[in-house]
């Protein structure tokens, strides 16, 4: 079991299969804001990239840095025990023109190979590209609106101005944080009482997202999609 990188694993859940494998050092060059990560955690203290834009700093590694990969240490910091979002903080903050290391733990890929919904037809594919996602659902595909995903994708979008990476699990916890809120000074308030404090968004900011969110609750991120 002490080769099992993972969290909690039920049928409705998303299943985050991480066989540890080699672990290995990469040096990258931050030439620009946005580096082209993903990034998730399995809430047992374990961060890893989820997935790897094209084109991006990352991507252009080529196979040195791959999907599924848990980030252990970014320089001498250990990461164990952060969550996702503290890691992307971490990456943001690390000035454009530097170099910096990453140390990373590749799983096994043969762990992916037979990993798919129960009872499908239809097997999900390998990751073994080191480019596609390694994040999977378990028994009925969960229903979401589509406004909710317009809004987690505008919010995706502005979060990469700002910390140069993509993070789906940061978007859906700002969406949700604003959702039920009438206005942004009560948004405001919620961010600034909660764990994604930290991240020091400035109000002109904040005020971007708040748009996103009320965009897309009241339906114009809609319509502007299906124009």
Do not use: C
């Not at 030439?31 to 084109?55: M, S, V």
């Not at 910096?100 to 096994?108: A, H, N, R």
């Not at 990476?165 to 961010?191: C, K, M, V």
């Amino acid at each position: 079991m002490n080769k099992l990188l993972g969290g909690q694993i039920g049928l409705e859940d998303f299943i985050f299969a991480h066989l540890k494998g080699s672990v290995k050092t990469i040096q990258v060059f931050k030439g620009e804001p946005a580096l082209g990560l993903t990034i998730t955690d399995n809430g047992a203290g374990y961060a890893f990239i989820k997935r790897i834009k094209e084109g991006s700093i990352i991507d252009k590694l080529g196979d040195q840095i791959k999907v599924g990969d848990h980030i252990e240490k970014i320089n001498d910091q250990d990461l164990i025990g952060s969550r996702h979002f503290e890691v992307a903080k971490m990456l943001k903050d690390i000035p454009v023109g530097t170099t910096f290391t990453l140390k990373l733990v590749e799983p096994t890929r043969e762990g992916f190979l037979n990993i798919g919904a129960r009872n499908s037809k239809q097997v999900q594919k390998s990751v073994a590209n080191g480019k596609q996602t390694m994040r999977m659902k378990s028994g009925k595909v969960e229903k979401r609106d589509e406004f909710v995903d317009l809004a987690v994708a505008k919010i995706n979008s502005l979060l990469e101005t700002f910390m140069g990476i993509h993070d789906s699990d940061l978007a859906q916890t700002i969406w949700e944080l604003g959702r039920d809120y009438q206005n942004p000074h009560e948004f405001i308030e919620a961010i600034a009482n909660s764990e994604i404090s930290d991240f020091g968004f400035g109000e002109d900011f904040v005020f971007d997202l708040w748009g996103a969110i009320s965009d897309a609750r009241d339906g114009r991120l809609m319509a502007l999609n299906n124009q």
